[in-house]
């Protein structure tokens, strides 16, 4: 079982990356949706959600799609933290409470599996 978390720890971190990266790419890109998408961050943010998609179908060998999934959104708040570190994103009331509500519900799925 501990591989399966393992992997989809690395899921969670390799989309986390593919997320900042197409961020990276949209915000340096002139032109249109094309261009953005050859963009060399947008295309290295693409090829680490490959890498992510390909750990997560190897967590899902062994743990429960109720599980894994759920999971997996703890990268919103860390997306969202990330974001407002790095890129001057906004984080207001309504948004640390809804990445609150986000953390417990990933911890309230632990909790009962």
Known sequence: MMPSYLSLLLSIVFGIGGQLLLKAGASRASGNIIAQLFAPL?????????????????????????????TVAISYPIVALLAYWTAGEQLGLNRILGIGLVVAGVALIHRSS
């Open 42 to 70: 947008s295309i290295c943010g693409l090829a680490l959600y490959f890498f992510s998609a390909m750990a997560y179908m190897y967590a899902l060998r062994k743990l429960p799609v109720s599980v894994a999934f759920p």
